[in-house]
Each structure stands twice: as C-alpha cells, then as structure tokens.
C-alpha cells in the first residue's frame, strides 16, 4: 500500500505505480461503438430514402 510522506506526496514502488485500474474492455467499446453507427445509419436511411 503506498505511503504518504510529510509533504503530503504520495511514494509508491515501481511496481505499484505502473498498476492502473480496469476500466472498459476494448472489445466492449469496439462493439457498443459499432452497433451505436449502425442503428444512426440505419435511422438516417430510413428517414431519408424511403
């Protein structure tokens, strides 16, 4: 667990500083993305060329 010194500055290992926290999978944003272009060009068609 880091530490604080007196400065108030937080001291981390190397190891603990390059660890980040999970957000979002890529393959999830990729997906959510894509279905989200294909329903506002499926609209877009529909409004438009029909």
Do not use: C, H
Request: glycine share 8%; aromatic share 8%.
């Amino acid at each position: 667990m880091a530490q604080v010194n007196r400065d108030g500055q937080i001291v981390e290992t190397a190891k603990e500083a390059r660890q980040g926290e999970r957000g979002p999978s890529v393959l999830v944003v990729l997906l959510v993305s894509t279905g989200a272009i294909a329903v506002i060009f499926a609209l877009l068609w529909y409004l438009f060329m029909r």
